[in-house]
């Protein structure tokens, strides 16, 4: 079956303790994105990657780091977490960067994360 | 300053009437403007898109229009069902593919 995976799905951490949240895509996808939800705001975007070991900021990046170094796998890193980071992610992925306009974006089931 | 708004946060309609909304922007020039369906704890899912130069698209029992004059878009869904209730967004692309920008959601209940 098609699909973004996320882990973990729920987490709750501490302030300063380093985390990653991995998204996986089996769609051979060259296109991902990360976003966050929260509420009254939308979905905002935080980085993204048009291919491997090619990466770029979003709208919100500060706090985040991202690697590409597999098609597959685009983990998003949060090396020092910080309680405004308290959201909910989704992992998004899209053939081809060039061609995503007129294909879709496929969205991953989200990770729920609380920082105290 | 650059602004993505949706007519409002909760709809309620009845079922087999046309739910209709709505998607404003400003200071913002897309190329297209998508919309998703997405329902509680999942992640969004694709509807429709459509193109700056498009005045209308349709898709089974959903019609999407685009008018960049007034920077808005109309989202309607015909002969609505209990089944279409979820929080539909509105997503603007604003460089072709790399860089998209979400509006917050409209929350559509469909009452039976």
């Known amino acids: 079956e098609a699909q973004v995976t996320q882990n973990p799905r729920y987490l709750i951490t501490v302030t300063g303790k380093k985390l990653t949240v991995t998204c996986s895509q089996n769609?051979?996808?060259?296109?991902m994105s990360w976003y966050r939800q929260d509420p009254g705001l939308g979905l905002r975007q935080i980085y993204y990657?048009?291919?491997?070991?090619?990466?770029d900021k979003g709208d919100v990046p500060e706090g985040y780091k991202v690697s590409r170094k597999e098609k597959r796998n685009f983990p998003l890193i949060l090396e020092s977490p910080s309680p405004n980071q308290t959201s909910l992610y989704f992992c998004?992925?899209?053939?081809?960067?060039?061609?995503?306009?007129?294909?879709?974006?496929?969205f991953g089931p989200g990770t729920r994360l609380t920082v105290l | 300053s650059q602004k993505i708004e949706q007519n409002s946060e909760a709809l309620n309609i009845q079922e087999g009437k046309t739910a209709t909304l709505t998607c404003n922007y400003t200071?913002?020039?897309?190329?297209?403007l998508q919309w998703y369906r997405q329902d509680p704890g999942r992640g969004p899912v694709f509807l429709l898109l459509?193109?700056?130069?498009?005045k209308e698209k349709r898709k089974e029992r959903l019609k999407v229009t685009f008018d960049t004059t007034l920077k808005q878009s109309l989202f309607h869904i015909t002969a609505s069902q209990p089944a279409d209730s979820a929080t539909y967004l509105c997503?603007?692309?604003?460089?072709?593919?790399?860089?998209?920008?979400f509006g917050p959601g409209t929350r559509l209940s469909v009452l039976p």
């Open positions: 997503a603007l692309d604003l460089s072709y593919g790399q860089n998209f920008v």
């Open positions: 200071n913002y020039s897309p190329a297209y």
């Open positions: 769609m051979n996808h060259e296109y």
């Open positions: 459509i193109r700056e130069n498009e």
């Open positions: 998004a992925s899209s053939p081809n960067f060039a061609r995503i306009s007129t294909d879709t974006q496929y």
């Open positions: 990657s048009m291919n491997v070991e090619v990466t």
